[in-house]
């Protein structure tokens, strides 16, 4: 006997029965109450089907709660034990009507004409309440723990979970009832365990509420906050917060997807955000591993295509606005989120959210705003790079571009500047993987020293991090650079991530080198390069002055405790370069929402550093000498036709690169 079984229980009576049962609870529906009371499961079965319901007066509602308060007898329900159910014939029987007859009581205090009555005669059902609460509500918990003994949570909601939470969303329905049961500890408790064991809403079957948890702890929790922190410190002693999270988030996801419920998002998403308020950080990050960013953009792109008209409406405008927001936290946790938020299909979401039809208010289209202005500073990240290229040629290929609908609109502008920087970028990594790449040098994720890719040492559970030494590979991982990023891929996508960035930083200096040097007034072993990379308005932010004077300034940046900048700093001194003054480049950038400062030694030697340099115009860099020669679409278009070909602005300059110099093979 489970719980699945007592939310369809079989119907005793016989046919012949039911159109007789039906007449007398027309005729005189106090005497099928009279019956139910004693027990009898036909007449409770008919009283069961809420369309039977309808035949009884409103004033008759209060013994219905009688006759269901006496068949959730918790010293009854106590009695009842699976591991004794097989004992003897008589016992199972008895045992089984008892279930029966509490659960189909469960139903019927958990119905919708009950909840209309109780909510709409709070001064008839108040002081009924308040006489069988505590046997009530302890018979309720007894016949729980009886039904889902031994079960496990499948992961979607049982249906079980719902009926249960249908009673308290019933009682606390009632206003003087809420006032005085909002303090009670042990129902909150109960109303979790509710929702942890019920678990994101499935939709599967038509007849079950399932928005009953949601909107049981959506009453309990109030307004008053430390209201709101106490519920979470109750569910935290139920279950881990990974667990917590996940629910939460997949309960207010499937509710996005669904069309026919999406008017139940407001209560899944006042639980999510009650969680997440409590401790915004480390909710963010349980989120996280359970693949928050890409569950969110799913959730949100569905949402816009086929509910677009519900989520106008202003009790939802602030709820997908957060959603979004939260989105953005879970984006620019590291690079590698941002990556993988343009593999999930961030892009896509943009487009369906549709800015050209202006339709959304801003309190959505300003955090989409703020998060696609986030993501320029991250493209000089390889990895990052090439995801987001790849999407965006989807959505800029063709005669008709997807893209057409983010030329217009709130996003316009800041959607031209992030194309602008990712084609300045995309045009390095051509380069790069042109030239640089294929030369086989890789750079030490510790102290960024050139070395051999055939004699580095490599992070043997992801294969991506790459060291010059085991050494190196050691202080990486006691100061923490590779422990939380260990995990998240390990198929290669980051490998090039050092090797790019150490050739971006030498690319800003490398024909104005010479020009940094001789403009200094002091000596050389006391000047810094800085490439600051953070900027939204120029590729890169470049300056030279005294390594104590930029060591200072970015001492004086970093908050105690605050774990707003990773320093990756293995400079070494005069006498450990053989008595040669070392010059580095500090090198500034985001790595999620914390600043990322590398020490990188200049290295000039490279000989592809001269590829496509033209004498003439030495001061020009590869990227400026590429698009000086390519041919460019008019207008925003990002293809041209050429000998009856559309061709991709991508392709065209990935052409001019290799024209630069013979790949190297």
């Given at each position: 006997m489970d719980l699945e079984m007592m939310?369809?229980?079989?119907?005793?009576?016989?046919?012949?029965?039911?159109?007789?049962?039906?007449?007398?609870?027309?005729?005189?529906?106090q005497v099928i109450l009279d019956r139910a009371k004693n027990g009898d499961i036909n007449e409770i079965t008919i009283l069961y089907y809420e369309r039977n319901q309808m035949t009884v007066p409103d004033d008759l509602f209060p013994e219905v709660f009688r006759v269901c308060c006496k068949h959730l007898n918790p010293r009854l329900l106590a009695s009842v034990s699976t591991t004794r159910i097989g004992f003897n014939q008589e016992r199972m029987m008895l045992c089984e009507k008892l279930l029966r007859l509490a659960s189909m009581a469960v139903e019927l205090l958990g119905s919708l004409r009950m909840r209309w009555n109780i909510q709409e005669h709070p001064s008839r059902f108040g002081p009924l309440i308040d006489e069988h609460w505590p046997n009530l509500f302890d018979g309720i918990r007894k016949l729980f723990t009886t039904l889902r003994a031994g079960k496990e949570s499948s992961g979607d909601c049982p249906s079980g979970a719902t009926m249960f939470a249908d009673v308290l969303v019933a009682i606390l329905s009632n206003g003087p009832t809420l006032a005085r049961l909002r303090n009670d500890d042990e129902l909150l408790k109960f109303a979790w365990t509710l929702w942890l064991y019920g678990g994101p809403p499935s939709f599967e079957e038509d007849r079950v509420n399932y928005d009953a948890m949601a909107t049981a702890l959506y009453f309990l929790q109030g307004d008053n906050a430390r209201t709101k922190s106490h519920i979470v410190r109750v569910c935290s002693k139920?279950?881990?917060?990974?667990?917590?999270?996940?629910?939460?988030?997949?309960?207010?996801?499937?509710?996005?997807?669904?069309?026919?419920?999406?008017?139940?998002?407001?209560?899944?998403?006042?639980?999510?955000?009650?969680?997440?308020?409590?401790?915004?950080?480390?909710?963010?990050?349980?989120?996280?591993?359970?693949?928050?960013?890409?569950?969110?953009?799913?959730?949100?792109?569905?949402?816009?295509?086929?509910?677009?008209?519900?989520?106008?409406?202003?009790?939802?405008?602030?709820?997908?606005?957060?959603?979004?927001?939260?989105?953005?936290?879970?984006v620019i946790l590291t690079s590698k989120h941002v990556e993988q938020a343009a593999r999930s299909g961030l892009l896509q979401m943009f487009v369906a959210l549709d800015p050209a039809r202006r339709d959304l208010p801003d309190p959505i289209m300003g955090?989409?705003?703020?998060?696609?202005?986030?993501?320029?500073?991250?493209?000089?990240?390889?990895?990052?790079?090439?995801?987001?290229?790849?999407?965006?040629?989807?959505?800029?290929?063709?005669?008709?571009?997807?893209?057409?609908c983010l030329l217009k609109g709130s996003l316009a502008d800041c959607w031209r500047i992030f194309k602008a920087?990712?084609?300045?970028?995309?045009?390095?990594?051509?380069?790069?993987?042109?030239f640089v790449a294929p030369s086989n040098l890789v750079y030490c994720d510790n102290c960024s020293k050139s070395i051999d890719a055939e004699e580095s040492v490599r992070c043997d559970s992801c294969r991506q991090a790459v060291y010059c030494s085991t050494q190196c590979q050691s202080e990486d991982r006691n100061q923490g650079g590779h422990v939380e990023t260990c995990s998240l891929g390990s198929d290669g996508r980051y490998n090039k991530d050092t090797s790019f960035l150490q050739f971006l930083a030498h690319k800003h200096i490398q024909h104005d080198y010479d020009d940094f040097i001789s403009g200094i007034k002091f000596p050389i072993e006391k000047a810094m390069l800085r490439v600051d990379l953070r900027v939204m308005?120029?590729?890169?932010?470049?300056?030279?002055?005294?390594?104590?004077?930029?060591?200072?300034?970015?001492?004086?940046?970093?908050?105690?405790?605050?774990?707003?900048?990773?320093?990756?700093?293995?400079?070494?001194?005069?006498?450990?370069?053989?008595?040669?003054?070392?010059?580095?480049?500090?090198?500034?950038?985001?790595?999620?929402?914390?600043?990322?400062?590398?020490?990188?030694?200049?290295?000039?030697?490279?000989?592809?550093?001269?590829?496509?340099?033209?004498?003439?115009?030495p001061r020009r860099n590869v990227t400026d000498n590429v698009f000086s020669s390519m041919n460019f679409p008019d207008g925003d278009r990002w293809t041209y036709v050429r000998s009856g070909k559309r061709v991709h602005m991508f392709d065209e300059m990935d052409r001019c690169v290799k024209a630069l110099h013979p790949v190297r093979k």
């Open positions: 939310m369809n229980p079989l119907i005793p009576c016989e046919e012949t029965e039911v159109p007789e049962l039906l007449e007398l609870l027309k005729s005189n529906p139920l279950a881990d917060m990974d667990k917590i999270a996940k629910i939460a988030l997949l309960s207010v996801v499937h509710t996005m997807k669904s069309k026919e419920h999406i008017n139940e998002l407001e209560n899944h998403f006042q639980v999510f955000f009650t969680l997440m308020s409590n401790d915004p950080a480390n909710f963010v990050k349980s989120l996280s591993k359970s693949d928050g960013a890409a569950r969110l953009i799913d959730g949100i792109t569905t949402v816009a295509k086929e509910s677009r008209a519900a989520i106008r409406e202003e009790r939802m405008v602030h709820v997908i606005g957060i959603l979004i927001a939260v989105l953005e936290g879970l955090p989409v705003y703020s998060l696609l202005k986030r993501l320029p500073v991250f493209l000089h990240h390889y990895s990052v790079l090439g995801a987001y290229a790849e999407q965006v040629r989807l959505l800029t290929e063709g005669s008709k571009p997807q893209e057409n920087r990712l084609l300045a970028l995309y045009c390095a990594k051509c380069f790069f993987d042109a308005d120029c590729h890169a932010k470049i300056s030279v002055g005294k390594t104590a004077a930029f060591d200072a300034e970015l001492q004086k940046s970093i908050k105690p405790s605050s774990g707003t900048h990773h320093i990756v700093d293995r400079r070494i001194k005069k006498s450990e370069n053989g008595g040669r003054p070392p010059v580095y480049i500090q090198v500034i950038t985001h790595e999620g929402q914390t600043v990322l400062v590398r020490y990188l030694p200049v290295d000039l030697s490279p000989e592809y550093f001269q590829y496509g340099v033209d004498p003439a115009r």
